[in-house]
C-alpha cells in the first residue's frame, strides 16, 4: 500500500526569473507524479503539494537544493492528493495578493521590515510581560473578515476585508492609528500573510508589530483551546472549518436563526464564492437560496440569471 502525504510551505527569497523556476517545478512535479498549487513571484515560492511519500520527500529535497529556496520550512500533513484536482504552477506578480508588489521588499532573509517572529509560547510572555506594564497587546487578524465569524484570538481587530486587498484600504483610513503606538501581534492561518502585512504596518507608522510564526495552526498545535485563542479555525478545503481540541467555543451564528454554528455554506448561485453560516436547522436553506449580493443582482439584471456576481471563481483549496 502506498502512502501519500500533502507538504505546505512558503520561502521569501528574490527570484530574478519567475518564469525559469515555473518551469522546473512543473517538470519536477510531473516528473515526480504530484498535484497541487504552486505560485511562484519574484518575493518567492508558495505551495501545497501532494504525492506518494517518497515523490515528495524527493520534491522537498530537490526544491530546497535551489540557493534561494534552502532552509524552506515544509510541513507535513496526512492529507490525500486526490483533493487536488491537478497541477498549478503559476507566475504572479505577489505570493499573497495585497494588491502593492512594488511595497514589497524581500532579501535572502526573508521580507524586509516585517514584523518580529513570535512563537506560541514568545506571544504568551509578551502580553504577561505587557500586562505588569499595564499596557495591553492587541491581536490583529490577517485573514479575510468571514474567517473570523468563527475563530478570532480574544479581543482581537478584525479589518473589514472581503479580499486581501482590503487591507490597504483599511490600514490607510486611519481607523486603526490609535494601534500605531500600541504593541500589535498579527496573526493569520499558516503565517504567510502576516510575513508582508506586518511589514506593510510597520511602513504605515506601526511602531510595535510582531508577528505569529507559524499561524493559528502552530498556535492552536501548542495550546489548542486553553490560550488566547477562541472558536474554530476556517481551512481552505472542504472541511472549511476545523477546532483543536473539544473545548473550542462556538462563535459563529446562523445568519437565518442566529443559533450557534461554524458551519459555512456555499451560495446557490455556482459562479459565486460568498460563504455564509448556518446551524444544522436551516442547512437546507442554502442549497435553493442566493446570497443576498447574488439576489439583489438577479434582481437588477433579470435575463442573466446564472451568471455569478462580480464574476468571481469559489474557493479553492490554496495554503495562505
Ligand atoms: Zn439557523
Ligand atoms: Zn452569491
Given at each position: 500500500m502506498t502512502q501519500s502525504r500533502i507538504v505546505l510551505y512558503y520561502k521569501f527569497a528574490p527570484i530574478k526569473d519567475p518564469e525559469a523556476v515555473k518551469l522546473w517545478q512543473q517538470a519536477l512535479c510531473r516528473e515526480l507524479g504530484l498535484l497541487g498549487r504552486i505560485i511562484i513571484s519574484e518575493h518567492g515560492i508558495n505551495g501545497t503539494v501532494g504525492g506518494e511519500l517518497s515523490a515528495v520527500k524527493k520534491y522537498v529535497k530537490q526544491t530546497r537544493s535551489y540557493t534561494p529556496f534552502r532552509g524552506t520550512e515544509f510541513k507535513w500533513s496526512?492529507?490525500?492528493?486526490?483533493?487536488?484536482p491537478r497541477l498549478s504552477v503559476k507566475v504572479r506578480?505577489?505570493?499573497?495578493?495585497?494588491?502593492?508588489?512594488?511595497?514589497v521588499k524581500v532579501n535572502a532573509e526573508g521580507v524586509v521590515g516585517g514584523g518580529e517572529h513570535l512563537k506560541p509560547e514568545q506571544v504568551h510572555e509578551l502580553v504577561e510581560a505587557k500586562q505588569s506594564e499595564g499596557i495591553e497587546v492587541t491581536f490583529f487578524d490577517g485573514r479575510n473578515a468571514m474567517e473570523a465569524q468563527i475563530g478570532r484570538f480574544k479581543n482581537a481587530v478584525v479589518p473589514?476585508?472581503?479580499?486581501?486587498?482590503d487591507f490597504i484600504t483599511e490600514l490607510d483610513s486611519g481607523k486603526y492609528d490609535h494601534l500605531k503606538d500600541q504593541p500589535v501581534v498579527t496573526y493569520c492561518t499558516g503565517g504567510i500573510r502576516c510575513e508582508v502585512l506586518s511589514a506593510l504596518m510597520k511602513d504605515r507608522g506601526f511602531e510595535e508589530v510582531y508577528q505569529l510564526d507559524g499561524g493559528i495552526v502552530r498556535y492552536g498545535e501548542t495550546y489548542q483551546d486553553s490560550g488566547y485563542w477562541e472558536g474554530e479555525l476556517y481551512v481552505f478545503d472542504g472541511r472549511m472549518n476545523t477546532r483543536f481540541s473539544g473545548d473550542a467555543k462556538t462563535l459563529g451564528e446562523c445568519v437565518n436563526c442566529a443559533a450557534a454554528t461554524s458551519r459555512f455554506h456555499n451560495c446557490a448561485d455556482r459562479g459565486c464564492s460568498t460563504l455564509q453560516l448556518y446551524c444544522e436547522d436551516c442547512s437546507h436553506i442554502p442549497a435553493s437560496t442566493r446570497c443576498a449580493g447574488c439576489t439583489a443582482r438577479v434582481k437588477a439584471e433579470?435575463?442573466?440569471?446564472n451568471q455569478g456576481h462580480l464574476g468571481k471563481k469559489r474557493r479553492r483549496l490554496t495554503s495562505a
Open positions: 496526512e492529507g490525500e492528493a486526490d483533493q487536488f506578480p505577489e505570493l499573497v495578493a495585497f494588491g502593492v508588489p512594488e511595497q473589514e476585508t472581503e479580499t486581501t486587498r433579470p435575463e442573466h440569471p
